[in-house]
């Protein structure tokens, strides 16, 4: 759910047009939930029936993921706290891009450029990868940004419709989010005031966001939207099933 005073934030930052945008992105997310799905015990890498139906399940897993940092970030934004908002938007775009990356493996799949095989094996690593040793059995996770490589591709190609041009819009977005999400430049500002007139630095705490920091939430609006674009997507990308 969104917080009852996210409005009342958005007319504090002069950002009160961007608020309807911003509810029916979040609804959108939000009416494409499932109360459940039958797990398909096949046991052969490469079946039909299995890749559609673990496709289908992750496709929800990174739903849910999409939902509450979606809630995360405008939680944060009422509570004027940037760094929190940042990295809640920082990672709905690498949940994008997640499914970006499914999106682009079934596209693969359908064009015959991979088997069923790597496909089956490639969603196994997104679901069950970890890169902790408490589970050492479990294989590596794919890297965030070979995610956002193939993300992108797809959607240039399946939402933007540009095959012309190759635009790295999910990548380029989360390159700049990362810079408030680090201790850089970006996120030390976040913290401080320059009184040139002493001069002296006045530190910012218990301030509100200044205007140009909660601007940041709307990349909402760049990465729910393609998130849900390439959901809608998913259906008609998997193997044929008898």
Known sequence: MLPNELEQGFRNHNETKEFDEFVEAHKQLVSRTEESRKA?????????????????????VLLHRSIYLFEGSASAAVNENAYSMVLNIRGHFETTASLGYL????????????????????????????RHESIPEAPDPKNILSLFEHADKSVNISVLD????????????????????????????????????VPE???????????????????LFISAPI??????????LLPCTE
């Open 201 to 219: 630095f006045r530190f910012r705490h218990g301030q509100p966001m200044r205007d140009e920091e909660f601007k940041v939430i709307k990349y």
């Open 40 to 60: 398909f015990p096949g046991e052969n890498y490469g079946e039909p029936d299995r890749i559609k139906g673990n496709a289908l399940v992750y496709r929800q």
């Open 162 to 197: 540009q095959t012309a041009k190759h635009r790295y819009i999910l990548k380029d977005c989360y390159e700049y989010l990362c810079e408030f999400c680090h201790p850089n430049f970006h996120s030390n500002f976040v913290a401080i005031d320059l009184d040139k007139s």
């Open 227 to 236: 998130f849900v674009d390439l959901y809608d997507q998913i259906p008609d």
């Open 103 to 130: 999106h682009r493996r079934l596209q693969s799949l359908k064009k015959d450029d991979i088997s069923s095989e790597t496909l089956d094996r490639d969603l196994c690593v997104q679901m069950l990868g970890v």
